[in-house]
């Protein structure tokens, strides 16, 4: 109560490592893909993997909690102005302390938008006997999309759309059910990328951590 305790600072090391994972499914006709859609080497095996896409290294101040002092204010004159951290390091006396740099907090980049395949079956598809069929069929309905989007993109549709954002549109969608389908025969590739904090104290010597 008459006084204030702080600390001294001591150097650590932040280290920011940003991680990035990736996800492959796959798809339900993947012994297909290269017999209806011409695509090798297509893995029927889950696989996960992850790299190193960014890495930051940065000295930080933390409190070294050995080094504490406290400081007794004179009730008969002004107090003095100490300014501390939320971790109690003295940042400054009678002085306002310099601002820290605040860096920009981690976003991962938004997922596309997806579809789900099986919502893009006809009751034909769903309704065949094997699965060697239903690859067949749904082939099919794949190319016929791919006919459809080309057939817009040159002008050449029947009921072509009345502007350039409908045309927009339709050619979004045809895009988002060719992904979709030729997910089943590809598979699915998912990325997300996280990032990880790391504080290194060097309270010691060491050879390698």
Excluded: W
């Excluded at 006709?29 to 095996?45: N, Q, T």
Aim: a neutral charge; hydrophobic letters at 40%.
């Amino acid at each position: 109560p008459e006084g204030m305790v702080y600390f001294l600072p001591k150097t650590a090391v932040r280290v920011v490592v940003q991680v990035e994972k990736t996800t492959y499914t796959p798809g339900e006709f993947c012994k297909y893909a290269d017999r209806y859609l011409r695509l090798k080497d297509v893995s029927s095996e889950s696989s996960v993997s992850y790299r190193m896409t960014g890495l930051r290294v940065e000295p930080v101040a933390m409190a070294d909690t050995t080094k504490g002092f406290s400081v007794k204010f004179d009730p008969k004159s002004v107090a003095a102005n100490i300014a501390l951290s939320d971790d109690g390091v003295l940042l400054a006396i009678n002085a306002t302390p310099k601002p820290a740099d605040v860096k920009p907090a981690f976003r991962p980049a938004p997922k596309p938008a997806t579809m789900n395949p099986r919502q893009l079956m006809s009751e034909e598809i769903l309704a065949a006997g094997s699965t060697a069929k239903m690859a067949e069929l749904t082939a099919q309905d794949i190319y016929e999309i791919r006919e459809s989007r080309n057939l817009l993109i040159r002008g050449q549709a029947d009921n072509m759309p009345k502007d350039g954002e409908q045309l927009k549109l339709m050619l979004n969608q045809l895009e988002m059910q060719d992904r979709a389908l030729s997910s089943l025969f590809s598979g699915q590739t998912v990325k997300d990328t996280t990032e990880k904090v790391m504080i290194i104290m060097a309270d010691k010597e060491t050879e390698r951590e």
